[in-house]
């Protein structure tokens, strides 16, 4: 049966099924079927008949397309395509027949003839398998594949064939023209009253003003989509692209990727600020977009990219609501429904601080910029208390905003006062709900400032403030900052530190300082993140260097130590900015050794893995100096004996855990150290990544990549290898180790390869951090292929 099929003819649509498929709206979205049986013709026709009848189905009948091959069409919801597929093949098989069904929905707003095209391919991929029926229905979850593999097999050629019949001669083709432009140009010039729009696009000019209003609001009735598909082919793909769609994406979900899909025109007109012609370009193909998608409001990153970002702003902040907002009308003395909205998004968004960043920064900006009115709190702030304390930290940005522009009206002073009286009750609040402390030694403090009442207050708050922290579990760990709930990620005190923050840049406010400070000095590394979330980028670094720069600028001010400031950046570097590590580093290196004990112990309130991966790019660029990596050995050794034992024994674990460090120094064999442990642990669970264990804990790879060669050996081996006995005679014997990991024991070795390739001068430092065996050139390949196999043997006979 499959070997009357001929593949390259059974794509070209044959004319009676042309003229069917050609009957479909843009609002259709029927099931296309395709049965490879060799049942006669009446047979088949009993079996779609029966298979209609019981799954109420609206369906066409057959027509023939070549030997063994029907094709129809149905109407039907997901579930009954489902059950029609699987009873026209079962009714089919029980009477003996061969008999393959291909079923595959046709999204309403793409092309029917491809549809039909991808289920012939979806046959073919169907016949040599033993399966009966293959389905891909976008609305079906478990039955749709998506159709992306299928535009990638002819997606190319018949975008070729409709290059050549749609794009002609070129409708502009003036050198001025940038080339992301000119590719526009057929997309814009089809649209109603495309040419004139063309034209206004590159002149400014339109008949009228109240024409060109009026065209505009005419293009909301253009599917975006279709209308690329038609006429220009490229930004049909290009759209497809940016997307990420394996389906066809509607209007509404194409809006989003709006920045992505018109980057290539922003990245050309826009970088020179002194080209005004480009500029206007721009915004005038940008408003063409926001009629498309009608009128509704831009993404975010593409307002980012027309107004804020130095490199590529070319409207103002209110230009850019005039024009790409819809109007928005507020009685006196009030702001809009819109701004309304806006402001309770962003006072919802900032009910998540920890997701909170410099976008949400902006978004408050945007909010209030164009409503001075917006300033009275009263219009929008929230009667739930920790709601309100979330309005404060808007109100203390809003004087910020003021103190910016040296203005001060009544809004101003209403905010100020409203803030700063909030402030001191949110704050006491907090204090009393977490903690039992003297009364009087925090208002000492806090409110008159009395210094000499710190010291003391401070060590009655570690001891009397709630702990998420286990101390012998802290010990164990070699944790020295204690998690107070009070800094709780999803507590209402890190906003709080937020709002004295930026009160304090207002108007120095002795009492937010003060706030700060002692905050400090409980937990440094949580105080100084929870008010940098408006300079940074949601879960990652700063948002600009210029954001950076201006951050630790103002931690001076509010009383935030350097050495603090220092270790903060450290964990931001190793995290998400390798960039910035060697400058790090090399302030860590110049500091005497007094003074870098300093440093220890504030890199020490980091996490394990900022801490430990400092110190590991510390020991790349300076292997020489110590670090304090090898102390957190026994820590490491302990978890790990831990993880993988079979005993909850205590004794027995210390006990095991001294073996494998007396191991790993050298002062036992590993024949001594396998037979202290081969009955107590579970080697197999090696088979974990190599930083597996408790989170809070030292981390592995740093403490084997900075040891040295012999203990880098007899690491992988604690991991990766076990004795292999044999017996001649009576007598017991240990042939080479073998290896029982042999994965973890690659990733290993490439690690340490590629750390002597670094030691060696022949591979740099930021290189380091990125390189993969995949990036090696051949003779490099084999070089690393040389260094396995002689580390293999090592490892098997060391």
Sequence with gaps: MIDSINPSTLHQIPDEVHAVLNQFGSYDDPCLVILCTDAKQEIQTRALDSAVKNNDCEASNWFHLEQNLS??????????????????????????????????????????????????SQLLELLPTAEKVAINDFQDKHHWQGVSHYLAEDREAQFAKENAQSHGEPIASNEDIALPLQHLAPFIAHLPHGQALWNYVLNGEYQNDTL??????????????????????????????????????????ILPYLADILRPLLEVLLPDNRNLLNQQRCLRVVEIFFHLFDQQDLPKELRSVLVQDQASACISAMAYEQRFSLPSLAEENDISAKTKQQINAIIDSLDHYTLCDYQDYQDIEQAFATNRHAYNYQLWQREEEDEQTVCRLIGAILLNFDRNAQRFDSYTEALLSWVSHGLYKDVFT?????????????????????????????????????????????AQLGITQPKYSLFSSVGIFRPILATCYWLYNV?????????????????????????????????????????????????????????????????LAVRYDLDQLPDLIQRYVDLDQSERDCWNQAINKLCAYERDYFYLNVHRLHPALGTPLPHYRKIVLEQLISAVSDSENNHALDQLSHAAQRFIEGEISFQDYHSLSKDLLDTSLFDLPP???????????????????????????????????????????????????????????EHLFFEQCLHEGNLSFDDRQEIEIDDLTPDWLDYWQQYQRQMARKIKSH
């Design 212 to 253: 060109l209003q009026a065209h505009l609001v005419d293009l909301d009735s253009v599917l975006v989509l279709h209308h690329a598909k038609c006429y220009s082919p490229d930004f049909y793909r290009h759209i497809l692209r940016c997307c990420h769609y394996d389906s066809i994406p509607a209007q509404h979900e």
């Design 691 to 749: 930083d597996y264990y408790p989170k809070h804990a030292p981390k592995i790879l740093p403490q084997i990549l900075t040891a040295d060669s012999a203990q880098q050996l007899r690491w992988i081996q604690l991991l990766c290898s076990e004795p292999a006995p044999s017996k001649l005679g009576w007598i017991k014997t240990f042939r080479r180790h073998t290896t029982h990991n042999e994965q973890l024991q690659a990733t290993l070795l």
């Design 507 to 571: 108007n120095q406010d002795d009492f937010a300082k003060r706030v700060v400070i002692l905050s400090a000095a409980l937990a440094p590394q949580a105080t100084i993140a929870s008010i940098a979330h408006f300079y940074r980028q949601s879960l990652a670094g700063f948002a600009s260097l210029a954001q950076q720069n201006t951050f630790f600028m103002h931690l001076f001010d509010i009383g935030i130590s350097y050495i603090d400031q220092c270790a903060f950046h450290i964990g």
């Design 71 to 120: 094709f129809c069409y149905l109407f039907c919801d997901h579930f009954n395509a489902n059950y029609f597929a699987f009873d026209l093949s079962d009714h089919l098989s029980e009477q003996g027949y061969n008999a393959k069904v291909s079923l595959f929905r046709h999204n309403a707003i793409g092309d029917i003839y491809s549809t039909y095209r991808w289920n012939i």
């Design 430 to 474: 907090q204090f009393e709900q977490l903690s039992q402390p003297t009364s009087a030694r925090l208002q000492a403090w806090l409110i008159h400032g009395q210094a000499e009442q710190l010291p003391t207050l401070i060590e009655e708050l570690k001891h009397e403030l709630e702990s998420d922290s286990n101390e012998q579990r802290d």
